[in-house]
């Protein structure tokens, strides 16, 4: 018998989750938990990298991002869901990991350097927030994961770790840490509603899908599109029309979708028909996914248990990949 491929992926609790996340990597994540050992993380530590001075917008959204992960059915009983801060072995690794990084290598991180230019950091750049790739190597390091289903931003994360795990399996003449791999999905970027090539709650550009139908139509009926399509029986651009991509996203009508394209780009289709469509799309997708997270929301309770008894699970398989570390390192 093969052994199970090990997941670990996380999330910043900074905010409920977006329809990009749900593309970038929870699809993969519900798909993937049936074959695989999965550890999802909420990422309440790295969370405060980039907001040390909102603890309680974190706190708050622990339970948003828990919600989200059960409403789109990331099966508890399937996979672990825990708590970063719950789990002090990682924040140990990252220690013992930082010496095997260089400050250099640190500041040309692409996805540090694209985050500080987003957050308007400029000098005032958090230590801790430089070295949040060299945490993110523990997270994914202390359980060994084989794969991390993320958007392609995060790639340059899984480089930085693999880095970490060849050099310290070298010079402490170990075979302890795994390398992982980067499971990218097809469209690994969704674009915010304004055009914008990324959604993100920092550029105030995503549908969440905790959005009810009223906050949902607004988003779509404002939608960027091509602004050089003016009249209806102009040729409008499908390329980097947000509305398009969507649609390529979550119309499961890949035919009537192909034919609305073909009919855009010709000419006489105006955009308002193509949000309206979307809009029947994405709200039919959101729907269950809305009706389920209530079911939880019902019962906050039962959804920390959940946590605090992942975090237990989770923290077992973290301490026994810190010993093996601290064993090869003589730290004992
Ligand atoms: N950096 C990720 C984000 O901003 C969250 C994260 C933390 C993560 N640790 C991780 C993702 C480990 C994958 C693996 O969304």
New binding site residues.
Partial sequence: MTQKKVI?????PTGPLHLGHFVGSLVNRVKMQDECTQFV?I?DM?ALTDHASEPELIKKNILEVAFDYLAVGIDPKKTTIFLQSLIPEISELTMYYLNLVTWNRLKHNPTVKQEIKQKNFQDSVPAGFMIYPVS?AA??TAFKADL?P?GDD?LP?IEQTNEIVRKFNRIYKANVLVEAKGVVPQIARLPGIDGNAKMSKTLKNAIYLKDEIDVLKKKVMSMYTDPTHLKIEDPGKVEGNPVFTYLDAFDPDKQKVQEMKDHYSKGGLGDVVCKKRLLEVLDSFLTPIREKRKEYEKDPKHVLDLIYSGSKDAKIVAAKTLKEVKDVMHMY
């Fill in positions: 670990l992926t996380g999330d910043r993380m990422a790295q993110q997270d994914i991390v993320v995060q994360m």
